[in-house]
């Protein structure tokens, strides 16, 4: 079983910044593509894809309503991948996360994910 534990998550005001965090599965983790995905649950939403990494750390890429403000990395000699979240808007507000994949590319599709984490949330207020 992967498990994949977030962190970095809160309630912030409109402009801060905020890193998230996901560990994940020790020695195998250089082995997973993994991507980030949010879903507002107040708001009944669909799940939407945030950005995606691939083993290596490149083929990064990022969902249509992310504009810039958000960057993905990760490191593999600590098991983390990060998402580097500024100038946040309210519309950020959501439980963020983690995925991962075994081998292959990141996906924007998150039934290509077997392995998630629990979620942390992010709450913007104006």
């Known amino acids: 079983q992967v498990q994949l534990v977030e962190s970095g998550g809160g309630l912030v005001q409109a402009g801060d910044s905020l890193r998230l965090s996901c560990v994940g599965p020790?020695?195998?983790?250089?082995?997973?593509?993994m991507a980030w995905f949010r879903q507002d649950h107040g708001k009944e939403k669909a799940r939407e894809f945030v950005?995606?990494?691939?083993?290596?750390?490149?083929?990064?890429k990022y969902g249509d309503s992310i504009s810039g403000r958000f960057s993905i990395s990760r490191d593999n000699a600590k098991n983390t991948m990060y998402l580097q979240m500024n100038n946040l808007e309210p519309e950020d507000t959501a439980s963020y996360y983690c995925?991962?994949?075994?081998?292959?590319?990141?996906?924007?599709?998150?039934?290509?994910?077997?392995?998630w984490g629990q979620g942390t949330q992010v709450t913007v207020s104006s």
């Open positions: 995925a991962a994949r075994l081998g292959g590319l990141a996906s924007r599709d998150d039934s290509a994910y077997r392995y």
């Open positions: 020790g020695r195998m983790f250089v082995d997973y593509s």
């Open positions: 950005g995606g990494i691939n083993r290596s750390g490149g083929g990064i």
